[in-house]
């Protein structure tokens, strides 16, 4: 997966809150110390952090990210298809245009707006 990315030149991280069982939180440090790939919250992960998360989410953004054209926040339950961003997104930096682009599910149909 690492060498695809790196060819589209994407970035993965993983926004994690902290484990409900805090035996977990070893396995979270081994995977950041493999992948440097893990940013975590100083919040339970749960359903009902979300929010705690979204916020972690554009805090680093904001403050690892100057440079970028593009960020995609999606949830562990979707398909992103890495070629078509790619050449969606070459084609908006080329026209020279700076459109926000959001997915919305609508009726289990896919909008792009």
Aim: proline fraction near 3%; hydrophobic fraction near 40%; charge should be positive.
């Amino acid at each position: 997966m690492q060498n695809i990315l790196l060819s589209y030149k994407f970035k993965l991280v993983f926004l994690l809150g902290k484990p409900l069982h805090p035996q977990s939180q070893y396995g979270i440090e081994q995977e950041h110390f493999r992948n440097k790939d893990i940013v975590q919250g100083k919040f339970v992960d749960t359903y009902q952090n979300l929010s705690h998360k979204a916020v972690l989410g554009l805090r680093w953004v904001s403050e690892h990210c100057n440079a970028v054209h593009t960020i995609v926040k999606m949830d562990d339950d979707v398909f992103l298809n890495l070629p078509s961003l790619s050449t969606l997104v070459l084609k908006l930096l080329e026209a020279d245009r700076s459109d926000r682009l959001c997915v919305m599910f609508v009726n289990k149909a896919t909008q792009i707006t």
